[in-house]
Protein backbone atom coordinates (compact mmCIF):
# COMPACT_ATOMS: atom_id res chain seq x y z
CA UNK A 1 0.00 0.00 0.00
CA UNK A 2 1.21 3.47 -0.97
CA UNK A 3 1.17 5.24 2.66
CA UNK A 4 1.61 8.65 0.39
CA UNK A 5 -1.73 8.04 -1.50
CA UNK A 6 -3.38 7.07 1.77
CA UNK A 7 -2.26 10.20 3.79
CA UNK A 8 -3.36 12.24 0.52
CA UNK A 9 -7.02 10.69 0.58
CA UNK A 10 -7.61 10.95 4.19
CA UNK A 11 -6.03 14.67 4.41
CA UNK A 12 -8.31 15.18 1.39
CA UNK A 13 -11.34 14.04 2.79
CA UNK A 14 -10.91 15.81 6.01
CA UNK A 15 -10.42 18.97 4.24
CA UNK A 16 -13.33 18.14 1.81
CA UNK A 17 -15.53 18.06 4.99
CA UNK A 18 -14.48 20.90 6.96
CA UNK A 19 -14.18 23.44 3.79
CA UNK A 20 -17.87 21.59 2.83
CA UNK A 21 -19.16 24.11 5.69
CA UNK A 22 -23.19 24.14 5.28
CA UNK A 23 -23.20 21.57 2.92
CA UNK A 24 -21.55 19.18 5.59
CA UNK A 25 -23.38 20.57 8.38
CA UNK A 26 -26.69 19.64 6.98
CA UNK A 27 -25.21 15.70 6.02
CA UNK A 28 -24.43 15.69 9.43
CA UNK A 29 -27.19 16.82 10.91
CA UNK A 30 -29.73 14.68 8.53
CA UNK A 31 -27.28 11.23 9.41
CA UNK A 32 -27.40 12.27 13.25
CA UNK A 33 -31.67 11.80 12.66
CA UNK A 34 -30.84 8.75 11.17
CA UNK A 35 -28.47 7.14 13.93
CA UNK A 36 -30.52 8.54 16.34
CA UNK A 37 -33.52 6.44 14.65
CA UNK A 38 -31.69 3.40 14.40
CA UNK A 39 -30.52 4.05 18.02
CA UNK A 40 -33.62 4.54 19.41
CA UNK A 41 -35.00 1.06 17.55
CA UNK A 42 -32.47 -0.59 19.61
CA UNK A 43 -33.82 0.60 22.79
CA UNK A 44 -37.92 -0.01 21.24
CA UNK A 45 -36.70 -3.41 20.62
CA UNK A 46 -35.40 -3.94 23.92
CA UNK A 47 -38.24 -2.45 25.53
CA UNK A 48 -40.49 -4.88 23.42
CA UNK A 49 -38.46 -7.90 24.45
CA UNK A 50 -38.55 -7.12 28.43
CA UNK A 51 -42.34 -6.30 28.15
CA UNK A 52 -43.42 -9.45 26.00
CA UNK A 53 -40.61 -11.54 28.14
CA UNK A 54 -42.13 -10.33 31.50
CA UNK A 55 -45.73 -11.48 30.32
CA UNK A 56 -44.24 -14.45 29.08
CA UNK A 57 -42.59 -15.50 32.24
CA UNK A 58 -45.85 -15.07 33.74
CA UNK A 59 -47.50 -18.07 31.79
CA UNK A 60 -46.86 -21.48 33.50
CA UNK A 61 -48.10 -25.20 34.03
CA UNK A 62 -48.82 -26.71 37.52
CA UNK A 63 -48.50 -30.26 37.96
CA UNK A 64 -49.90 -31.80 40.71
CA UNK A 65 -49.05 -35.40 41.96
CA UNK A 66 -51.48 -37.52 44.25
CA UNK A 67 -50.48 -37.21 47.92
CA UNK A 68 -49.05 -40.96 48.17
CA UNK A 69 -46.18 -40.47 45.16
CA UNK A 70 -42.70 -40.29 46.81
CA UNK A 71 -40.15 -37.56 46.36
CA UNK A 72 -38.34 -39.76 44.33
CA UNK A 73 -40.95 -40.67 42.30
CA UNK A 74 -41.91 -36.97 41.59
CA UNK A 75 -38.10 -35.69 41.59
CA UNK A 76 -37.81 -38.48 38.39
CA UNK A 77 -40.27 -36.83 36.40
CA UNK A 78 -38.67 -33.51 37.58
CA UNK A 79 -35.59 -35.19 35.87
CA UNK A 80 -37.46 -36.30 32.83
CA UNK A 81 -39.28 -33.06 32.29
CA UNK A 82 -35.96 -30.97 32.45
CA UNK A 83 -34.20 -32.88 29.51
CA UNK A 84 -37.17 -31.83 26.92
CA UNK A 85 -36.03 -29.57 25.01
CA UNK A 86 -39.18 -27.20 25.31
CA UNK A 87 -38.34 -26.73 28.78
CA UNK A 88 -37.14 -23.72 30.68
CA UNK A 89 -37.67 -24.53 34.14
CA UNK A 90 -38.91 -27.07 35.96
CA UNK A 91 -39.20 -26.32 40.26
CA UNK A 92 -40.38 -28.69 42.80
CA UNK A 93 -42.88 -27.78 45.47
CA UNK A 94 -43.29 -30.51 48.12
CA UNK A 95 -46.37 -31.52 49.81
CA UNK A 96 -44.96 -29.78 52.75
CA UNK A 97 -43.90 -26.77 51.58
CA UNK A 98 -47.00 -26.17 49.83
CA UNK A 99 -48.76 -26.30 53.07
CA UNK A 100 -46.23 -23.35 54.65
CA UNK A 101 -46.63 -20.97 51.39
CA UNK A 102 -50.38 -21.47 51.84
CA UNK A 103 -50.46 -20.72 55.80
CA UNK A 104 -48.03 -18.15 54.85
CA UNK A 105 -50.60 -16.74 52.00
CA UNK A 106 -53.91 -17.32 54.62
CA UNK A 107 -52.35 -15.64 57.52
CA UNK A 108 -54.91 -13.44 58.81
CA UNK A 109 -57.70 -15.85 57.72
CA UNK A 110 -58.23 -17.65 61.03
CA UNK A 111 -60.98 -19.30 59.68
CA UNK A 112 -59.35 -21.24 57.08
CA UNK A 113 -56.17 -22.21 59.03
CA UNK A 114 -58.78 -23.57 61.78
CA UNK A 115 -60.31 -25.44 59.51
CA UNK A 116 -57.16 -26.71 58.02
CA UNK A 117 -55.97 -27.86 61.87
CA UNK A 118 -59.08 -29.95 62.02
CA UNK A 119 -58.13 -31.83 59.01
CA UNK A 120 -55.49 -33.60 60.86
CA UNK A 121 -53.51 -33.90 57.77
CA UNK A 122 -51.83 -32.02 55.12
CA UNK A 123 -54.82 -31.95 52.47
CA UNK A 124 -51.96 -30.25 49.80
CA UNK A 125 -50.46 -32.06 46.86
CA UNK A 126 -46.39 -31.74 45.92
CA UNK A 127 -46.24 -29.82 42.33
CA UNK A 128 -44.02 -29.12 39.95
CA UNK A 129 -43.79 -25.77 38.14
CA UNK A 130 -43.21 -25.88 34.39
CA UNK A 131 -42.01 -23.11 32.68
CA UNK A 132 -41.92 -23.89 28.87
CA UNK A 133 -39.20 -21.72 26.77
CA UNK A 134 -42.16 -20.69 24.58
CA UNK A 135 -45.87 -20.62 25.38
CA UNK A 136 -46.56 -22.34 22.67
CA UNK A 137 -45.13 -25.88 23.68
CA UNK A 138 -47.12 -26.29 26.70
CA UNK A 139 -49.04 -28.63 24.69
CA UNK A 140 -46.15 -30.65 23.84
CA UNK A 141 -45.32 -30.92 27.54
CA UNK A 142 -48.38 -31.70 28.72
CA UNK A 143 -48.44 -34.35 25.71
CA UNK A 144 -45.47 -35.88 27.18
CA UNK A 145 -46.53 -36.16 30.57
CA UNK A 146 -49.87 -37.90 29.33
CA UNK A 147 -47.95 -40.41 27.37
CA UNK A 148 -45.07 -41.24 29.84
CA UNK A 149 -45.48 -45.02 30.94
CA UNK A 150 -42.35 -43.94 33.25
CA UNK A 151 -44.72 -41.46 35.01
CA UNK A 152 -46.65 -44.82 36.41
CA UNK A 153 -45.86 -46.74 39.89
CA UNK A 154 -48.08 -50.02 40.63
CA UNK A 155 -50.33 -49.36 37.13
CA UNK A 156 -51.47 -46.24 38.61
CA UNK A 157 -50.52 -43.03 37.93
CA UNK A 158 -48.46 -40.68 40.39
CA UNK A 159 -50.09 -37.32 38.78
CA UNK A 160 -53.25 -36.13 40.01
CA UNK A 161 -53.81 -33.43 37.38
CA UNK A 162 -52.70 -30.82 35.18
CA UNK A 163 -53.81 -27.49 35.35
CA UNK A 164 -53.88 -27.24 31.38
CA UNK A 165 -57.48 -27.40 30.74
CA UNK A 166 -59.45 -26.09 27.69
CA UNK A 167 -59.92 -22.31 29.27
CA UNK A 168 -56.18 -22.18 30.13
CA UNK A 169 -55.13 -23.76 26.56
CA UNK A 170 -56.94 -21.26 24.90
CA UNK A 171 -55.73 -17.89 27.01
CA UNK A 172 -51.90 -19.67 26.53
CA UNK A 173 -52.79 -19.93 22.92
CA UNK A 174 -53.73 -16.35 22.61
CA UNK A 175 -51.17 -15.13 24.30
CA UNK A 176 -48.67 -17.13 22.78
CA UNK A 177 -50.13 -15.47 19.57
CA UNK A 178 -50.25 -11.87 20.51
CA UNK A 179 -46.11 -12.35 21.41
CA UNK A 180 -45.45 -14.10 17.99
CA UNK A 181 -47.71 -11.09 16.38
CA UNK A 182 -45.90 -8.30 17.97
CA UNK A 183 -42.39 -9.71 17.81
CA UNK A 184 -43.39 -9.88 13.89
CA UNK A 185 -44.66 -6.60 14.02
CA UNK A 186 -42.53 -4.70 16.24
CA UNK A 187 -39.50 -7.06 13.81
CA UNK A 188 -41.14 -5.54 10.57
CA UNK A 189 -41.52 -2.06 11.38
CA UNK A 190 -38.06 -1.49 12.60
CA UNK A 191 -36.85 -2.92 9.55
CA UNK A 192 -39.01 -0.14 7.55
CA UNK A 193 -37.72 2.47 9.66
CA UNK A 194 -33.82 1.07 9.72
CA UNK A 195 -34.52 1.35 5.30
CA UNK A 196 -36.50 4.29 5.51
CA UNK A 197 -33.52 6.32 7.61
CA UNK A 198 -31.08 4.64 5.07
CA UNK A 199 -32.48 5.95 2.41
CA UNK A 200 -32.93 9.57 3.74
CA UNK A 201 -29.14 9.37 4.36
CA UNK A 202 -28.48 7.66 1.17
CA UNK A 203 -30.61 10.66 -0.55
CA UNK A 204 -28.50 13.37 1.67
CA UNK A 205 -25.14 12.29 1.14
CA UNK A 206 -26.05 11.92 -2.91
CA UNK A 207 -27.47 15.58 -2.56
CA UNK A 208 -23.77 16.72 -1.22
CA UNK A 209 -21.72 14.53 -4.42
CA UNK A 210 -24.37 16.15 -6.63
CA UNK A 211 -22.78 19.43 -5.88
CA UNK A 212 -19.46 18.00 -6.26
CA UNK A 213 -20.48 16.37 -10.07
CA UNK A 214 -18.47 19.38 -11.85
CA UNK A 215 -15.34 19.28 -9.75
CA UNK A 216 -15.32 15.28 -10.12
CA UNK A 217 -15.57 16.37 -13.88
CA UNK A 218 -12.47 18.01 -13.37
CA UNK A 219 -10.49 15.63 -11.29
CA UNK A 220 -11.09 12.83 -13.90
CA UNK A 221 -10.20 15.34 -16.72
CA UNK A 222 -6.77 15.98 -15.21
CA UNK A 223 -5.69 12.33 -15.29
CA UNK A 224 -7.05 11.16 -11.17
CA UNK A 225 -8.11 7.47 -11.45
CA UNK A 226 -11.65 6.77 -10.24
CA UNK A 227 -9.80 5.08 -7.07
CA UNK A 228 -8.16 8.24 -6.38
CA UNK A 229 -11.36 10.54 -6.74
CA UNK A 230 -13.46 8.33 -4.88
CA UNK A 231 -11.70 7.59 -2.09
CA UNK A 232 -11.43 11.29 0.00
CA UNK A 233 -15.47 11.07 -0.65
CA UNK A 234 -15.93 7.55 0.88
CA UNK A 235 -13.65 9.42 3.60
CA UNK A 236 -15.30 12.44 4.10
CA UNK A 237 -18.61 10.23 4.04
CA UNK A 238 -17.23 8.28 6.93
CA UNK A 239 -16.60 11.32 8.92
CA UNK A 240 -19.94 12.44 8.58
CA UNK A 241 -21.21 9.24 10.11
CA UNK A 242 -18.36 9.25 12.92
CA UNK A 243 -19.49 12.30 13.86
CA UNK A 244 -23.15 11.99 13.71
CA UNK A 245 -22.36 8.56 15.46
CA UNK A 246 -20.32 10.45 18.56
CA UNK A 247 -23.24 13.13 18.70
CA UNK A 248 -26.22 10.63 19.03
CA UNK A 249 -24.17 8.35 21.80
CA UNK A 250 -23.98 11.74 23.54
CA UNK A 251 -27.49 12.79 23.15
CA UNK A 252 -28.81 9.37 24.18
CA UNK A 253 -26.97 10.09 28.13
CA UNK A 254 -29.33 12.87 29.32
CA UNK A 255 -32.72 11.49 26.74
CA UNK A 256 -32.24 7.43 27.97
CA UNK A 257 -31.53 8.80 31.80
CA UNK A 258 -34.74 10.59 31.52
CA UNK A 259 -37.00 8.58 29.62
CA UNK A 260 -35.51 5.96 31.69
CA UNK A 261 -36.93 7.05 34.78
CA UNK A 262 -40.38 6.67 33.29
CA UNK A 263 -40.10 3.50 31.16
CA UNK A 264 -39.27 2.27 34.89
CA UNK A 265 -42.57 3.25 36.09
CA UNK A 266 -44.65 2.49 33.03
CA UNK A 267 -43.10 -0.87 32.26
CA UNK A 268 -42.33 -3.30 35.35
CA UNK A 269 -39.18 -1.91 35.60
CA UNK A 270 -36.82 -1.89 32.57
CA UNK A 271 -35.03 1.74 32.87
CA UNK A 272 -34.12 2.83 29.78
CA UNK A 273 -30.89 4.92 31.03
CA UNK A 274 -29.55 1.68 32.83
CA UNK A 275 -30.28 -0.26 29.77
CA UNK A 276 -28.24 1.89 27.98
CA UNK A 277 -25.09 2.17 30.41
CA UNK A 278 -25.08 -1.50 30.83
CA UNK A 279 -25.01 -2.10 26.77
CA UNK A 280 -23.56 1.04 25.95
CA UNK A 281 -20.78 -0.83 24.10
CA UNK A 282 -22.79 -2.95 22.23
CA UNK A 283 -24.74 0.49 21.20
CA UNK A 284 -21.30 2.43 20.54
CA UNK A 285 -20.29 -0.72 18.30
CA UNK A 286 -23.73 -0.71 16.06
CA UNK A 287 -23.86 3.09 15.67
CA UNK A 288 -20.34 3.75 15.25
CA UNK A 289 -20.09 0.70 12.02
CA UNK A 290 -23.53 1.95 10.96
CA UNK A 291 -22.02 5.66 10.98
CA UNK A 292 -19.31 4.53 8.89
CA UNK A 293 -21.05 2.11 6.49
CA UNK A 294 -23.84 4.48 5.63
CA UNK A 295 -21.53 7.20 5.29
CA UNK A 296 -18.83 5.12 3.29
CA UNK A 297 -21.10 3.25 1.52
CA UNK A 298 -23.43 5.77 0.31
CA UNK A 299 -20.86 8.00 -0.71
CA UNK A 300 -19.31 5.04 -2.94
CA UNK A 301 -22.89 4.55 -4.85
CA UNK A 302 -23.49 8.37 -4.71
CA UNK A 303 -20.30 9.15 -6.90
CA UNK A 304 -20.15 6.14 -9.09
CA UNK A 305 -22.65 8.13 -11.52
CA UNK A 306 -20.31 11.02 -11.43
CA UNK A 307 -17.30 8.87 -12.28
CA UNK A 308 -18.43 8.43 -16.10
CA UNK A 309 -16.40 10.93 -17.77
CA UNK B 1 1.12 13.51 -32.82
CA UNK B 2 -3.26 13.58 -33.48
CA UNK B 3 -4.71 12.18 -36.13
CA UNK B 4 -8.67 12.15 -36.78
CA UNK B 5 -9.14 9.90 -39.49
CA UNK B 6 -12.99 10.28 -41.26
CA UNK B 7 -14.60 10.54 -37.57
CA UNK B 8 -18.32 11.22 -37.23
CA UNK B 9 -19.88 12.08 -34.48
CA UNK B 10 -23.72 11.57 -33.75
CA UNK B 11 -25.83 12.87 -30.71
CA UNK B 12 -29.59 11.30 -31.48
CA UNK B 13 -30.68 12.32 -35.14
CA UNK B 14 -28.17 15.11 -34.74
CA UNK B 15 -24.72 15.11 -36.40
CA UNK B 16 -22.04 17.36 -34.55
CA UNK B 17 -19.23 16.18 -36.56
CA UNK B 18 -19.10 14.54 -40.04
CA UNK B 19 -16.05 12.87 -41.60
CA UNK B 20 -13.60 15.16 -39.89
CA UNK B 21 -9.92 14.03 -41.03
CA UNK B 22 -7.41 16.04 -39.18
CA UNK B 23 -4.09 15.50 -38.31
CA UNK B 24 -1.79 17.82 -36.22
CA UNK B 25 1.98 17.60 -35.91
CA UNK B 26 3.93 17.97 -32.92
CA UNK B 27 4.44 21.36 -31.53
CA UNK B 28 1.73 23.03 -33.49
CA UNK B 29 -0.59 25.53 -32.43
CA UNK B 30 -3.85 25.44 -34.20
CA UNK B 31 -6.71 27.33 -33.38
CA UNK B 32 -10.31 25.92 -34.28
CA UNK B 33 -12.51 28.95 -34.83
CA UNK B 34 -16.36 28.12 -36.24
CA UNK B 35 -19.46 29.56 -35.13
CA UNK B 36 -21.34 27.81 -32.26
CA UNK B 37 -22.67 24.60 -33.24
CA UNK B 38 -20.33 23.86 -35.86
CA UNK B 39 -18.71 20.94 -33.71
CA UNK B 40 -15.28 22.45 -32.08
CA UNK B 41 -16.14 21.41 -28.88
CA UNK B 42 -17.04 18.18 -29.68
CA UNK B 43 -13.97 17.71 -31.41
CA UNK B 44 -11.90 18.60 -28.30
CA UNK B 45 -14.37 16.44 -26.57
CA UNK B 46 -13.99 13.46 -28.62
CA UNK B 47 -9.58 14.06 -28.41
CA UNK B 48 -10.11 13.66 -24.33
CA UNK B 49 -11.82 10.95 -24.61
CA UNK B 50 -15.05 12.48 -23.03
CA UNK B 51 -16.85 10.85 -25.48
CA UNK B 52 -16.79 8.43 -28.63
CA UNK B 53 -16.81 8.62 -32.09
CA UNK B 54 -20.06 7.19 -33.55
CA UNK B 55 -17.32 6.58 -36.93
CA UNK B 56 -13.77 7.22 -37.42
CA UNK B 57 -10.74 6.71 -35.57
CA UNK B 58 -8.86 8.95 -33.44
CA UNK B 59 -4.96 8.44 -32.90
CA UNK B 60 -2.79 10.24 -30.51
CA UNK B 61 0.74 9.47 -30.65
CA UNK B 62 0.16 6.21 -32.82
CA UNK B 63 -2.71 4.84 -29.81
CA UNK B 64 -6.16 4.59 -31.21
CA UNK B 65 -8.23 6.14 -28.03
CA UNK B 66 -11.21 4.53 -29.31
CA UNK B 67 -9.40 1.28 -28.04
CA UNK B 68 -8.24 2.40 -24.96
CA UNK B 69 -10.25 0.86 -22.14
CA UNK B 70 -12.54 2.90 -19.60
CA UNK B 71 -9.73 1.89 -16.79
CA UNK B 72 -6.66 3.08 -19.09
CA UNK B 73 -7.85 6.50 -19.76
CA UNK B 74 -6.80 8.11 -16.91
CA UNK B 75 -3.06 7.48 -18.06
CA UNK B 76 -4.47 8.77 -21.61
CA UNK B 77 -5.48 12.12 -19.78
CA UNK B 78 -2.08 12.53 -17.94
CA UNK B 79 -0.30 13.36 -21.53
CA UNK B 80 -3.07 15.95 -22.03
CA UNK B 81 -3.78 19.41 -20.02
CA UNK B 82 -6.91 20.73 -20.59
CA UNK B 83 -8.10 24.22 -20.32
CA UNK B 84 -11.83 25.67 -19.83
CA UNK B 85 -13.77 28.56 -20.76
CA UNK B 86 -15.12 28.24 -17.34
CA UNK B 87 -12.11 27.56 -15.69
CA UNK B 88 -13.33 24.60 -13.78
CA UNK B 89 -11.14 24.53 -10.75
CA UNK B 90 -12.08 23.02 -7.82
CA UNK B 91 -13.97 25.18 -5.74
CA UNK B 92 -12.86 23.79 -2.27
CA UNK B 93 -9.85 23.93 -3.35
CA UNK B 94 -7.00 26.84 -3.03
CA UNK B 95 -4.68 27.97 -5.77
CA UNK B 96 -1.88 25.62 -4.75
CA UNK B 97 -4.06 22.51 -4.04
CA UNK B 98 -5.54 22.90 -7.33
CA UNK B 99 -2.65 22.95 -9.29
CA UNK B 100 -0.98 20.38 -6.93
CA UNK B 101 -3.79 18.07 -7.33
CA UNK B 102 -2.99 17.61 -11.27
CA UNK B 103 0.11 16.21 -9.44
CA UNK B 104 -1.03 14.15 -6.82
CA UNK B 105 -2.99 12.40 -9.24
CA UNK B 106 -0.66 11.35 -11.19
CA UNK B 107 1.02 10.14 -8.11
CA UNK B 108 4.27 12.63 -7.77
CA UNK B 109 6.21 13.14 -4.32
CA UNK B 110 5.56 15.88 -1.94
CA UNK B 111 8.49 16.91 -2.12
CA UNK B 112 8.32 17.28 -6.47
CA UNK B 113 4.70 18.95 -5.86
CA UNK B 114 6.42 21.42 -2.90
CA UNK B 115 9.39 22.62 -5.43
CA UNK B 116 7.37 22.76 -9.11
CA UNK B 117 3.48 24.08 -7.90
CA UNK B 118 5.49 27.83 -6.39
CA UNK B 119 7.89 27.48 -9.61
CA UNK B 120 4.91 27.17 -11.58
CA UNK B 121 2.68 30.08 -10.26
CA UNK B 122 5.45 32.23 -10.73
CA UNK B 123 5.63 31.54 -13.83
CA UNK B 124 1.48 32.48 -14.60
CA UNK B 125 2.25 35.35 -11.77
CA UNK B 126 0.35 34.24 -9.27
CA UNK B 127 2.85 33.39 -6.32
CA UNK B 128 0.98 35.90 -4.54
CA UNK B 129 -2.53 34.18 -4.28
CA UNK B 130 -0.99 30.61 -3.87
CA UNK B 131 -3.97 30.32 -0.75
CA UNK B 132 -6.79 31.78 -2.38
CA UNK B 133 -9.99 30.07 -3.17
CA UNK B 134 -11.17 30.15 -6.62
CA UNK B 135 -13.85 32.35 -5.45
CA UNK B 136 -11.61 34.63 -4.04
CA UNK B 137 -9.75 35.15 -7.70
CA UNK B 138 -10.95 37.34 -10.77
CA UNK B 139 -11.59 35.62 -14.36
CA UNK B 140 -8.19 35.91 -15.45
CA UNK B 141 -6.25 34.69 -12.42
CA UNK B 142 -8.53 31.48 -12.32
CA UNK B 143 -7.55 31.15 -16.17
CA UNK B 144 -3.92 31.27 -15.24
CA UNK B 145 -4.19 28.55 -12.41
CA UNK B 146 -5.95 26.66 -14.65
CA UNK B 147 -3.21 26.70 -17.48
CA UNK B 148 -0.80 26.34 -14.52
CA UNK B 149 -2.70 23.44 -13.72
CA UNK B 150 -2.62 21.97 -17.78
CA UNK B 151 0.81 22.48 -17.72
CA UNK B 152 2.14 20.94 -14.25
CA UNK B 153 3.02 17.72 -15.47
CA UNK B 154 4.87 18.95 -18.48
CA UNK B 155 2.26 17.49 -20.98
CA UNK B 156 3.15 16.62 -24.66
CA UNK B 157 -0.70 18.67 -25.54
CA UNK B 158 -2.28 21.18 -24.08
CA UNK B 159 -6.26 21.52 -25.28
CA UNK B 160 -8.08 24.88 -24.66
CA UNK B 161 -11.78 25.14 -25.53
CA UNK B 162 -12.32 28.53 -25.84
CA UNK B 163 -10.00 29.87 -22.77
CA UNK B 164 -10.12 33.60 -23.70
CA UNK B 165 -14.15 33.43 -23.48
CA UNK B 166 -15.29 35.27 -20.59
CA UNK B 167 -12.01 37.14 -20.08
CA UNK B 168 -11.92 40.89 -21.03
CA UNK B 169 -9.21 42.46 -23.45
CA UNK B 170 -6.14 42.21 -20.74
CA UNK B 171 -7.23 39.12 -19.12
CA UNK B 172 -6.97 37.57 -23.07
CA UNK B 173 -4.10 39.14 -23.84
CA UNK B 174 -2.16 37.72 -21.49
CA UNK B 175 -3.74 33.90 -21.35
CA UNK B 176 -2.51 34.17 -24.82
CA UNK B 177 1.04 35.15 -24.54
CA UNK B 178 1.13 32.50 -22.06
CA UNK B 179 -0.15 30.08 -24.46
CA UNK B 180 2.35 31.24 -26.73
CA UNK B 181 5.49 31.27 -24.56
CA UNK B 182 4.52 27.25 -23.79
CA UNK B 183 4.24 26.75 -27.52
CA UNK B 184 7.74 28.09 -27.95
CA UNK B 185 8.74 25.26 -24.82
CA UNK B 186 7.65 22.51 -27.33
CA UNK B 187 4.42 21.81 -25.87
CA UNK B 188 1.56 21.15 -29.19
CA UNK B 189 -1.74 23.16 -28.51
CA UNK B 190 -4.84 23.52 -29.98
CA UNK B 191 -7.52 25.57 -29.05
CA UNK B 192 -11.21 26.66 -30.09
CA UNK B 193 -12.07 30.22 -29.87
CA UNK B 194 -14.64 32.87 -31.40
CA UNK B 195 -12.08 35.40 -30.85
CA UNK B 196 -10.87 36.81 -34.22
CA UNK B 197 -8.05 39.19 -32.09
CA UNK B 198 -6.79 35.54 -30.24
CA UNK B 199 -6.22 33.87 -33.46
CA UNK B 200 -4.83 37.39 -35.44
CA UNK B 201 -2.40 37.51 -32.40
CA UNK B 202 -1.97 33.76 -32.34
CA UNK B 203 -1.04 34.35 -36.52
CA UNK B 204 -0.14 30.50 -36.52
CA UNK B 205 -2.86 27.33 -38.16
CA UNK B 206 -6.19 28.03 -38.15
CA UNK B 207 -8.60 25.16 -39.00
CA UNK B 208 -12.42 26.53 -39.65
CA UNK B 209 -15.42 24.14 -39.00
CA UNK B 210 -19.03 24.94 -40.08
CA UNK B 211 -21.59 21.88 -39.54
CA UNK B 212 -20.08 19.45 -38.29
CA UNK B 213 -17.09 19.49 -41.20
CA UNK B 214 -13.36 21.13 -41.48
CA UNK B 215 -14.58 23.64 -44.58
CA UNK B 216 -10.43 24.97 -44.20
CA UNK B 217 -7.42 24.74 -42.78
CA UNK B 218 -5.04 27.81 -43.33
CA UNK B 219 -1.20 27.56 -42.26
CA UNK B 220 -0.06 30.91 -40.59
CA UNK B 221 -3.62 31.94 -40.75
CA UNK B 222 -6.08 34.48 -40.31
CA UNK B 223 -9.78 34.32 -39.13
CA UNK B 224 -11.94 34.35 -41.16
CA UNK B 225 -15.62 33.37 -41.68
Redesign the interface.
Known amino acids: MDWMIVKRVFVGGGKNFVRGGAVSAATVLVMTVTLAIIGSLIFLSALLSFTLDTVKDKVDISVYFVTTATEPAILAVKDQLEKLPEVDTVTYMSAADALTAFRGRHANDQLTLQSLDLLGYNPLDASLTVRAKDPSKYEVIVNFLDASPALSTSGTSIIDRINYDANNKQAIDRLSLAITATRQIGLAVIILFVIASILIAFATIRLAIYTSKEEIAVMKLVGASNAYVQAPFVVEGIITGLIAAVLVLFFFWPATWYVGLKTAAWFGGFNLGQYYVSHFALIFVILMLSGILLGGVASIFAIRKYLKV | MIYFDRVSKRYGKALALEGVTLSVAPKEFVSIVGHSGAGKTTLLKLL?A?ERPTEGTIFFESVDVNDLPT?A???Y??KIG?VFQDF??????TAYENIA??M????R??SEIASDVPYILELVNLADKATHFPDQLSGGEKQRIAIG?AII?QPDLIVADEPTGNLDPINTYEVVEILKKINELGTTIVITTHNKGVVDAIGKRVVTMDAGKVVRDDEGGKYSL
Open positions: LEQLHHRRTRLIPNKFAEATGTDRN
